[in-house]
């Protein structure tokens, strides 16, 4: 007999061969959210060219080099006993959904369209990466929702029945970087907390409950795969993005090594920042010359080369190394292997969720001078900085349009249903804008600013 539409089985989730972390880590590679990370800018961008990392493969990088180190952890440390997967002291297959999911809250155009977002926002809650993260998962993924759907994740939001992806408590844990609660009216001239939305603040304190039952709630929560998660991205964004910007020829290892003090300074003031201990411009030059010592071993730092012969040396080098696909990879694939061997676990017996890994100090320094050289040298560029500002154009004039009386009517129809249970709270319709525009690709925001504005786009192209 056939079933009507609508009624089709829904599997168990106590199935005993599927463990709770591989139903979750399904649930991530299936979703749209995470799909549409393809279509949104890492360094370059993506739209321009298929030979740069764009956000989905930026994640799933992040992915494997975090379920690396958890293999690794797991081998160097003693078990909680058994062995089942999730009786090891980290579960990777965890550390790779948080992976997949760290970056499924940013917006188009990177950092240049969460700067728009927030400003559009900051009477409302502000715009914050990691909190739109937790949003979506939560909240706004189109996989569960209902009255009943506390039996699958031990919770719900008593005001909102969406709830994401329903992924299991410990799974949402792993995305919490920040343990803040992002007010919902910033003071004039405040920098915005890194967190959770106010609206979400429910969420997370369940969250905790599950995870860590019984923990001084004042303590600062974060689990373990989540630390280990934000090792591997910082690990990943310190070496690939390298590897994109020799590749795109904006960075050279003899134009590295030759940065003017300014750029220098710049770096060592945002190292010193991350570190919490004093970095010097020296330390900062002396510590790419050592990540760059696959270069001529007689060629050192200490003041200009003497003969010409030696200075076309380097040149060669330098030019090989950055021009060469085989180079670039060897450099990369030694940082990583070389960071991810340098993690460490502080393993706590108390609440195991609340183990914390760290990078031993030495590495910690070379991937906090590359990340944010890398930064400074490439996102503070002119060449980038006119893309980063059509970015912040496109975002912020659809925001407005949206934002406009009708303007919801320029959203696909569940958005629009939202929008009139909403209707007269202010801070849930503009929230409500936001989700959407923050789920755009750039190529959609793209189209869909020219869609506004009557440039040569088809009118009538779905939304």
């Known amino acids: 007999m056939a079933r009507r539409l609508g009624t089709s ?8 061969w599927r463990e709770t972390a591989r139903r979750d880590y399904a649930r991530v590679v299936h979703s749209p959210s995470f799909r549409r990370l393809q279509g949104k800018t890492q360094l370059f961008p993506g739209h321009e060219s298929d030979y740069f990392r764009n956000r989905l493969t930026h994640s799933i990088e992040v992915a494997q080099i975090a379920e690396s180190i958890a293999h ?4 160097v440390v003693p078990r909680l006993g058994g062995d089942k997967p999730d009786q090891y002291a980290i579960n ?92 919902h009216v910033r003071e004039q001239g405040a920098d915005l907390v890194k967190g959770y939305y106010a609206d979400d603040a429910e969420v997370v304190m369940r969250v905790k409950d599950a995870v ?20 591997a991205d910082d690990i990943a964004y310190s070496t690939y ?65 003497e003969e010409t012969y030696n200075a076309v040396e380097l040149y060669r080098a330098s ?7 085989y180079h670039r990879t060897e450099l990369t694939s030694e940082l990583v292997g ?18 914390r890994a760290m990078l031993r ?44 009386t009708k303007g919801y009517l320029l959203m696909p129809d569940d958005v629009r249903i939202l929008h009139e249970r909403v209707e007269c709270n202010a801070t849930a319709r503009m929230r409500l804008i936001c989700d959407f525009v923050a789920g755009m690709t750039d190529r959609y925001a793209v189209e869909f600013y020219g869609r506004l504005h009557s440039d040569a786009q088809s009118m009538f192209k779905p939304i």
Not at 215 to 230: A, H, N, P, Q
Not at 278 to 301: C, K, N, Y
């Open 338 to 355: 070389e960071f991810i061997n340098a993690v460490e676990l502080e393993y706590d017996e108390e609440f195991p969720s609340q183990s």
């Open 9 to 16: 089985r829904r599997r168990s989730d106590h199935e005993p």
């Open 92 to 183: 990777p297959r965890l550390c790779m959904t948080a992976g997949l999911m760290h970056d499924l809250g940013h917006p188009p155009f990177g950092h240049n369209g969460e700067k728009a977002l927030d400003d559009k926002m900051s009477s409302y809650g502000g715009f914050e990466g990691n909190a739109q993260t937790l949003r979506i998962v939560t909240r706004l993924e189109k996989k569960i929702s209902g009255q009943g759907a506390e039996k699958l994740t031990g919770f719900h939001g008593p005001k909102d029945l969406r709830l994401g992806l329903g992924l299991a408590p410990r799974t949402i844990a792993s995305i919490i970087k920040y343990d803040h609660r992002i007010p």
């Open 72 to 75: 690794r952890l797991n081998a």
């Open 319 to 325: 030019r090989h190394l950055s021009g060469c696909g």
């Open 241 to 305: 993005d390298l590897e994109d910007s020799l590749k795109a020829g904006f960075l050279t290892p003899i134009e590295i090594l030759a940065s003017d003090e300014d750029l220098l300074d710049r770096v060592a003031r945002k190292v010193t920042k991350e570190l919490k201990s004093p970095v010097e411009r020296t330390e900062v030059l002396a510590t790419l010359w050592d990540i760059f010592s696959v270069m001529p071993q007689h060629m050192t730092p200490e003041g200009p080369v």
């Open 212 to 231: 860590a039952p019984g923990r001084d709630s004042s303590l600062e929560f974060k689990t373990i795969e989540c630390m280990v998660m934000d090792i």
């Open 361 to 404: 100090a030495d590495a910690r320094l070379k991937v906090e001078v590359l990340k944010n050289y890398t930064y400074e040298a490439t996102i503070f560029s002119s060449r980038l900085k006119v893309a980063e500002f059509r970015g912040y154009e496109v975002v912020s004039e659809i925001f407005d349009a949206l934002s406009k």
